[in-house]
């Protein structure tokens, strides 16, 4: 009976808790390839400035690692990093959409 | 001597030209700052970070690394690591660093 009765309790925990660990999400950059639509009017040129408050080249950012591009965009969303383009855009952004460009542009 | 309306134009125009990526940091001594203080997170070849949540800097654009280390400097840009690193920073070790970064062959790129 008590055996019956954790046997089921550990049957229902168990997804529970692998559900629990997926709480992150997952970069999946082919879906991140539908969301650069944002981006690219900016990191794809070539020598492209941005102007306001300082000018200076946009970073590129096809070949970064995925934590730091997922940080920067987490960081744009909460207000550690200030440049209001970027701010403006990041805010617009899920979990899942920055995961999934991260994991995009880390790969190209 | 004093700048006439018409003359203002003529200055924003170059200063606008100007501001190029070409930095007037020394490369060599950007080395030998980035040695100490710099590659036991970056990398060496600053292509190679020891946690994937650091960016690599080789080859990314000059004038950009120098907006970030001052920004780091005046705290405008937040990350407790970075924050202390850059405050002991020169203006001229931050321009030699920038340099030295940019001048690294690396994998970034402005693809799509």
């Given at each position: ?14 997804p529970l808790a692998s559900q629990a660990q997926g ?32 000018v200076y080249s946009v970073p590129m950012i096809s ?46 | ?112």
């Amino acid at each position: 009976m008590i055996k019956k009765a954790l046997i089921s309790a550990a049957l229902v925990a168990l997804p529970l808790a692998s559900q629990a660990q997926g709480a992150a999400p997952k970069g999946d950059a082919a879906a991140g390839a539908k969301k650069v639509s944002m981006c690219i009017g900016c990191h794809a040129i070539p020598g492209y400035k941005a102007s306001f408050p300082n000018v200076y080249s946009v970073p590129m950012i096809s070949g970064q690692t995925a934590g730091y591009l997922a940080a920067a965009l987490e960081q744009y969303r909460k207000g550690d990093r200030s440049h209001p383009t970027m701010r403006a855009i990041a805010a617009s952004l899920s979990d899942q959409d920055i995961v999934d460009l991260a994991a995009y542009y880390a790969a190209r | 001597m004093r700048v006439m309306p018409g003359q203002w134009l003529a200055i924003a125009m170059l200063a606008a030209l100007g501001a190029s990526p070409v930095l007037a940091g020394d490369v060599a001594k950007g080395r030998e700052k980035a040695d100490q203080v710099c590659a036991a997170c970056h990398g060496k070849d600053g292509n190679t970070p020891i946690d994937p949540s650091y960016p690599k800097l080789a080859g990314q654009h000059g004038d950009y690394l120098v907006r970030a280390l001052l920004d780091y400097k005046s705290e405008q840009r937040k990350n407790a690591i970075m924050v202390a690193q850059a405050k002991g920073l020169s203006r001229a070790d931050i321009d030699n660093l920038s340099a030295f970064y940019a001048s690294l062959p690396g994998t970034l790129s402005h693809k799509r």
